[in-house]
């Protein structure tokens, strides 16, 4: 089947850890995203990639870090920096093949500092 | 930057009533996405619709671009149809690349 998977379902992290969520696509889509939300809100985007090896911050990156390694894989870090982490992750891919513009996304990753 | 916003906040339903959902955006875009997010916090997305009409089984959404508004319809509604709706607008935006804005989502229930 194809899609996007996310681990892990739930993390819990201590304050002053870095933390590493993973995001993995078989779609064989160029550009990955990774969103932020927090209870009762939209979505808002941490992160941003095109293509393998090129990234983008998005409207709130400070605190988070990314890779794009390999096409598949989009992986967001969650440093100590991020003074508010505790929030629902959501990884992203993007399909354009028109006549189509549509992003796809996974089951996301609950984070919790405790 | 472009607002997206979206009403009603909230709404509920008994099961079998129709429902419109409408989302304004404040400048233009050239993609308009329609999605619903599940009780578990899976996004489907529903439509891709950056003008006209489609349909899919009791949905169906219209966007009028030039008036920078879309409807999303809910037709004979489903206690599964509960969740959160979101609309969100793309385009090329400042610094250079594609995204899509959010609104704050509909939060529907439905009741047997």
């Known amino acids: 089947d194809g899609g996007i998977t996310q681990s892990p379902k739930y993390l819990f992290r201590k304050e002053g850890q870095n933390v590493t969520l993973s995001c993995e696509q078989n779609?064989?889509?160029?550009?990955m995203y990774w969103y932020r939300q927090d209870p009762g809100q939209g979505l808002r985007l941490i992160y941003y990639?095109?293509?393998?090896?090129?990234?983008q911050k998005g409207d709130i990156a400070e605190g988070y870090s990314v890779s794009r390694e390999k096409k598949e894989s989009f992986p967001l870090t969650v440093t100590s920096a991020q003074k508010n982490p505790t929030a629902f992750y959501l990884c992203?891919?993007?399909?354009?093949?028109?006549?189509?513009?549509?992003?796809?996304f996974g089951p996301g990753t609950r984070l919790t500092v405790l | 930057g472009i607002q997206v916003e979206q009403s009603p906040p909230d709404l509920i339903l008994q099961e079998g009533a129709n429902s419109t959902l409408r989302c304004n955006f404040s400048?233009?875009?050239?993609?308009l996405q329609w999605f619903h997010q599940n009780p578990w916090g899976q996004l489907i997305n529903l439509f891709y619709?950056?003008?006209g009409t489609k349909q899919n089984g009791r949905l169906s959404a219209t966007t009028v671009a030039t008036e920078r508004y879309s409807l999303l319809y809910i037709s004979s509604s489903q206690t599964t149809d509960s969740g959160v709706y979101f609309c969100?607008?793309?385009?090329?935006?400042?610094?250079?690349?594609?995204?899509?804005?959010f609104g704050a989502g509909t939060r529907l229930a439905v009741h047997p």
């Open positions: 992203a891919s993007r399909n354009r093949d028109f006549p189509t513009d549509t992003q796809y």
């Open positions: 779609l064989n889509h160029d550009a």
């Open positions: 990639s095109q293509i393998v090896n090129d990234f």
């Open positions: 400048d233009s875009v050239n993609n």
């Open positions: 619709i950056p003008s």
């Open positions: 969100a607008g793309g385009g090329m935006f400042s610094g250079g690349y594609n995204k899509l804005i």
